[in-house]
Every structure is written in C-alpha cells, then in structure tokens.
C-alpha cells in the first residue's frame, strides 16, 4: 500500500457495466433491470426521490447484498461482490452517508483504522508522513493531522473520509451524500476534492439530492425512479427536465413553483425596464 495515490486505469476506459441488476428485498423490487456505466476519470451523479433505490445500487456495488438477477463488468472482467471486502479488494471504495470516523481520534488514527494490524503495519512517524502526503496531494485543507475529527468543520470531516478510502488506491469511489450537512464554502471544497479524485482518472459515482452539486460536479446524471433507470442527462439539462424524470411528472408541485418563480422573475425585469 502506497499512501500517493496511483493513476487508475486510463481516463474513457470502461470501470464499471451493469446489465439487468435487479434486488427483491421478499416481495419488495428495490431494483429493477438496472443498466448503468461508469469510466475512468468520469464522475457519474445517481439521483432519484427517497426510495429510488440509490443506496441499494450502492449496497449492490459495495458488496453488502447480493442482486437478485443481473450481471456486474469491472474493468472488464466479470464479477461477483458477494462481500465488502471482496469489493474493496477489487477497488470498489464506498464513503457512507455516516463516515464511520472516530471523533475522540486524530486524523492520522482514522486514516489508518483498521490497517493497523495488517501485514504492513506502519509506525506513527510513517503514518503521519503518509497522511500528510495524501492530504497534500488532495489539496485538502486539515489544520494538523493530529487534530481529532470532533473539532473539524464537516467538510473536513468529509476530506478526511473520501482521503481514508483512496488508501486502498480504489479504481471507483461511490460516495453517498457528501455534501448533504455541508454550506457553502464546505460544499465547494468537497466538490473541489471530488474533481481532483475524478482527475487522477478514479471512477466516481456521487449520489446527491442537491441538482446544484450534482450539476457542477457531474459528467452524467442517472436518474433512477422506482428501482428503475428513468433517463440519463447531462449537467447542461434543465431542472425542469431532471426533476420530470425524478418525480415522473412533468406537472407536479416542484416544477410548478419553478415555472411560478421563472415567471415572476420575468414579469419584474419587464416591469423594469
Ligand atoms: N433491507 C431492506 N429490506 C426491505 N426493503 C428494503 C431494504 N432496503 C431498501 N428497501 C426498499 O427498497 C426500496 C429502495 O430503497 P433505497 O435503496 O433505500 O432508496 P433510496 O436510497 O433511493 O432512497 C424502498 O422501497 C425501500 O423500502
Ligand atoms: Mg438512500
């Protein structure tokens, strides 16, 4: 394990390929037919109202259920995630809506937690230069390393997770709702961090409820309605096409207070002028 992180497969080259991913949870289809691609140095948003089936997607890639029906392409290869560790050693990272950081911990600790023991257990002097040279590397601004995670902002907390996760020099990173406890200026950052990732060649798959993020950020917008693939856009689309596919109705409550606010908006530059 290296802590620089290294180039990914080259940029365009096809990380990921589901064809026909399906997850009955009983009587329940979380996902249907699901066909979805992600390339290296592609950042692809997953968006969709609650209960669309995003975080079973990425329960499904991370290793943690078993689809129903359907098959998983990595790199290329066929695949079987019956289990996260099994992700995670193909190079499939996943940064959960929680983080799982230990607050009482410095950031060096939390980099390192859980490798600790491994075959190429490091000492702390090591540890710290390693943290320090990823941090750097993602540009990401923590005070010290040795500062526990409860007195960082939660955009740094965020840094500090995404950071943990490319140790393993992961080939795609999923993550859930990074910016979701965020402002402004955190949420900025954040998205900076994800370029950066996006650019060392990463596979990145963003799920997000927020379209100013998802639009900023990414390359492709999957929208899933109801376990089900329901369009693919891009950042140039409009609100009112994204949340149509969203929400499955092109008049619903959302788009009609968009058109109410465009026309007001309108009406008081024709007023004016
Ligand atoms: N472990 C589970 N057992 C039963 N049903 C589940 C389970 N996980 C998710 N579901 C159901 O699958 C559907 C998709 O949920 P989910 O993937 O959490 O959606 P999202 O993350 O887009 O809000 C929902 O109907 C949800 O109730
Ligand atoms: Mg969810």
Redesign the pocket.
């Known amino acids: 394990m290296t802590a620089t992180l290294q180039s990914a497969p080259g940029k365009g080259t096809s990380v990921l390929r589901l064809s026909g991913i399906s997850k009955n949870?009983g009587a329940?289809s979380?996902l249907t037919d699901i066909e979805l691609d992600v390339k290296a140095g592609e950042v692809v948003a997953l968006v969709?109202d609650?209960?669309?089936?995003?975080?079973?997607l990425v329960k499904v890639l991370a290793g943690v259920h078993q689809p129903s029906a359907g098959s998983i392409e990595f790199c290329g290869q066929s695949v079987t995630l019956d289990s996260p560790a099994k992700a995670l050693d193909l190079g499939i990272a996943t940064v959960f809506q929680d983080l799982a950081l230990c607050e009482n911990l410095d950031v060096v600790a939390n980099l390192f937690l859980g490798h600790e023991m491994s075959p190429w257990a490091l000492d702390e002097v090591t540890m710290e230069v390693r943290a320090w040279t990823l941090l750097r590397e993602l540009a990401a601004r923590i005070p010290s390393v040795r500062e526990p995670i409860a007195s960082l902002s939660g955009g740094q907390r965020q840094t500090v997770a995404i950071a943990r996760s490319l140790l393993l020099n992961p080939t795609l990173i999923m993550l859930d709702e990074p910016t979701a406890a965020l402002g402004v200026a955190q949420t900025a950052e954040v998205l900076n961090l994800i370029e950066r990732v996006r650019d060392r060649g990463l596979g990145v798959i963003i799920i997000s409820h927020n379209m100013e993020d998802v639009r900023a950020v990414a390359d492709r917008i999957v929208v899933l309605r109801l376990?089900r693939n329901n369009g693919v856009f891009t950042p140039e689309s409009s609100n009112q096409e994204l949340i149509s596919a969203i929400t499955g109705a092109t008049d619903n409550s959302v788009s009609r207070r968009h058109d109410r606010k465009a026309v007001n908006v309108q009406e008081t530059r024709g007023g004016a002028e």
């Open positions: 949870f329940v979380a969709g609650n209960g669309a089936g995003k975080s079973t376990g």
